[in-house]
């Protein structure tokens, strides 16, 4: 999976681009996980790009929130894809994220 | 291995040759060499003991040197005994013959001393070396096979009988994509009247997600023996509750578990479920209607320590089929990244013959065939009620 990382105001803005999956999931957890270094940080997954979640991919965006929350921060997903809402809603993870329609209003929610 | 109990089977049709390279190899600190003069003398000495370097010449009566690696190289030896081959000088296409049979280095005639003792020892510490990684492979894989084993002794086996009166098979099945996985797939009778039937599938593949699995099954079975069991199953999420608050306490890992927990009353022939994020159930009635069991019980298993479910019933009547399956079924992708999908599944289960043995087995096989051959794409574990509510006659 492709992931690229930019910083928009005080949020650190990610986009994947791909499957997450059990292969991709590590990878993807490390590299995010690193972005998020300072003190109360906010990061925004961009999720336009991402047509397909695994169970393992959930559990890294899990692991993601977690160390956010424990850092002081906020985490929002944005973009989410019609296949990947399937997969939150059948798990019963949609209301354990902040989900934005589009990035602006995420980024907007995040500075709020 | 070391220098010392390295052992080395010099092979060469001249007796000066072999004697020379004896002597030179028991300076480096070589104390066990053998010798044989030609490759009929030398596969009959690789049969019986087992070397760790062969010095090979190339021309030799009765088999030559090409010969002996064609053998080595057939029944796969060359891929765990290095061969130094012995050219003479100048002679360039026998050595690029003998090292695309599988020969590892070559050493030209006469021996440069410093060479040969670069050579020989280099190929020694590579040996050494592949050997230990080997062997570590070996014992892994070892450990691995008997962690499969233990893990599928944990699904029970297919249950085909009669239960309060009525007549009711249960079909199992627990398919890890690798050695060991992290589905979860039980049944189990409590009270008289009551049967469980328990799938799980954990947020990963492999022995982290084995762990998980057989500890949310251990937690599950243990419930059994509580003097409050029948009340706790009765009400399943009262017992997913239990499970779930113990999973989640101190998960750092976010690891998690969606399950469906579901309770069979068997004289009632009502069924109470709880999904906690596992995918709905197919359920087909006896008209051969299918739909979905997809009311939401609450999250995974091991995320949120106070989560709180809730049960949905449904009345089960004559030859209902209830399948539960993981998403290894539905998530499985074919070569062009298709999904196996729910429809698959649904076809599957309209048309079920009622007296087909293993029909889960030819599901699963048919998900494995989907993949044409790739790599399993996930562990799948499945259960089929086959309920059959009038008694038997």
Request: with cysteine; proline share 6%; hydrophobic share 50%.
């Given at each position: 999976m492709e992931i690229h990382d930019e910083r928009i105001g005080d949020t650190c803005v990610v986009t994947a681009k791909g499957r997450l999956d059990s292969g991709a999931s590590a990878a993807f957890a490390e590299k995010v996980g690193g972005l998020i270094a300072s003190p109360s940080p906010k990061l925004l997954i961009d999720f336009a790009g991402v047509d397909f979640v695994t169970s393992a991919g959930l559990r890294a965006v899990l692991v993601l929130v977690k160390k956010v929350k424990a850092a002081g921060g906020s985490f929002a997903l944005c973009s989410v894809q019609e296949p990947v809402r399937e997969v939150l809603d059948i798990t019963g993870l949609t209301a354990m994220f902040s989900i934005h329609s589009a990035r602006a209003e995420a980024i907007a929610a995040l500075a709020g | 291995m070391t220098v010392s109990n390295a052992k080395i089977l010099v092979v060469d049709d001249v007796a000066e040759n072999r004697d020379l390279l004896a002597r030179r190899l028991a300076r480096l600190g070589f104390t066990s060499i053998d010798q044989a003069s030609n490759g009929v003398e030398a596969l009959a000495a690789i049969g019986t003991k087992s070397y760790d370097l062969l010095l090979l010449d190339i021309m030799m009566p009765e088999l030559d040197g090409f010969g002996v690696l064609e053998a080595l190289k057939r029944d796969g030896r060359i891929n765990e005994l290095p061969v130094l081959v012995i050219s003479a000088l100048g002679e360039i296409e026998p050595v690029v013959r003998c090292i695309e049979l599988g020969a590892t280095d070559f050493i030209t005639k006469p021996f440069n001393p410093t060479l040969l003792r670069a050579r020989v020892l280099a190929t020694i510490e590579n040996k050494a070396l592949s050997d230990l990684m080997r062997d570590e492979l070996r014992r892994k894989q070892l450990e691995l096979n008997e962690a499969r084993t233990l893990q599928l002794a944990l699904a029970p086996q297919r249950f085909a009988g009669t239960v309060c009166g009525r007549a009711l098979s249960i079909d199992v099945l627990l398919d890890p994509a690798k050695e060991v996985g992290g589905d979860l797939v039980d049944y189990f009778r409590v009270g008289d009247d009551m049967i469980i039937l328990a799938l799980g599938d954990v947020s990963d593949k492999?022995?982290?997600?084995?762990?998980?699995?057989?500890?949310?099954?251990?937690?599950?079975?243990?419930?059994?023996?509580?003097?409050?069991?029948?009340?706790?199953?009765?009400?399943?999420?009262?017992?997913?509750?239990?499970?779930?608050?113990?999973?989640?306490?101190?998960?750092?890992?976010?690891?998690?578990?969606?399950?469906?927990?579901?309770?069979?009353?068997?004289?009632?022939?009502?069924?109470?479920?709880?999904?906690?994020?596992?995918?709905?159930?197919?359920?087909?009635?006896?008209?051969?209607?299918?739909?979905?069991?997809?009311?939401?019980?609450?999250?995974?298993?091991?995320?949120?320590?106070?989560?709180?479910?809730?049960?949905?019933?449904?009345?089960?009547?004559?030859?209902?089929?209830?399948?539960?399956v993981t998403d290894g079924f539905t998530e499985a992708h074919d070569p062009g990244d298709s999904l196996f999908g729910e429809a698959r599944v649904e076809a599957f289960l309209a048309g079920l013959a009622a007296a087909e043995r293993e029909p889960l087995r030819r599901l699963a096989d048919h998900v494995r065939a989907f993949e044409s051959g790739r790599r399993p794409f996930d562990d799948m574990a499945a259960i089929l009620l086959s309920f059959e509510s009038r008694p038997p006659s």
């Open positions: - | 492999g022995a982290g997600a084995a762990l998980m699995m057989a500890r949310t099954h251990a937690m599950l079975r243990a419930l059994t023996a509580r003097p409050d069991a029948a009340a706790l199953f009765r009400a399943p999420q009262q017992a997913l509750g239990i499970v779930n608050a113990a999973l989640a306490d101190g998960n750092q890992s976010c690891m998690f578990v969606t399950f469906l927990l579901a309770s069979l009353d068997v004289a009632t022939a009502r069924l109470a479920y709880v999904r906690a994020g596992h995918i709905p159930p197919f359920h087909r009635n006896g008209a051969g209607k299918i739909g979905r069991l997809s009311g939401a019980g609450g999250p995974p298993l091991g995320l949120l320590e106070n989560a709180t479910y809730r049960a949905e019933t449904v009345d089960l009547g004559p030859d209902d089929r209830l399948l539960i």
